[in-house]
């Protein structure tokens, strides 16, 4: 397989992913919206017992801690986060799917807006997961601006071959 193609497929698999975010983000997002708090609390506790055993577990006490402090305006806020991250997320990966010039540069500057606010968040809660995210979030980046610089390349000689 030429490196090309190689690149090409790369790109593919991380705008898949991508729109799996995004559509996890929109599930995420409804949720939040449409039930109660203590119904998520309910939910995060089951979760929280079904994948971890040890009562020491960071993560488990983490989430635990979320939803104890989660409130109506937190909520709210959350849900709509979501919503509209998950939505630009999906839309743009579906444009990038489907070769649309404009959205490589939209996409590419929401892209590196999402990396900024990572960055910042990492830089309160020094979080490895939200490092290795936004670490995927950069190579997502460097993919689609050289997918772009191709797909530009091959039109415009695809151009130039049909005037002559």
Do not use: N
Request: contains cysteine; aromatic residues 8%; hydrophobic residues 55%.
């Amino acid at each position: 397989m030429s490196g090309g193609r190689l690149l090409h497929r790369t790109f593919v698999v991380g705008v898949l992913v991508k729109a799996f975010d995004g559509l996890v983000e929109l599930a995420g997002g409804v949720a939040l919206l449409a039930l109660h708090r203590a119904t998520i609390g309910r939910w995060i506790t089951l979760l929280t017992w079904q994948l971890s055993e040890d009562r020491h577990d960071q993560v488990a006490s983490h989430l635990q801690h979320l939803a104890a402090a989660l409130t109506h305006s937190t909520q709210l806020f959350g849900g709509i986060y979501l919503l509209s991250h998950g939505a630009v997320k999906l839309l743009l990966a579906v444009g990038l799917l489907r070769a649309k010039l404009w959205t490589f540069p939209v996409a590419t500057g929401c892209f590196v807006l999402f990396v900024a606010y990572q960055a910042y968040r990492w830089s309160l809660a020094h979080s490895p997961g939200l490092l290795v995210l936004t670490a995927l979030d950069l190579l997502v980046i460097v993919l689609t601006v050289l997918e772009w610089r191709r797909l530009r390349a091959t039109r415009s000689a695809a151009a130039q071959e049909r005037a002559m």
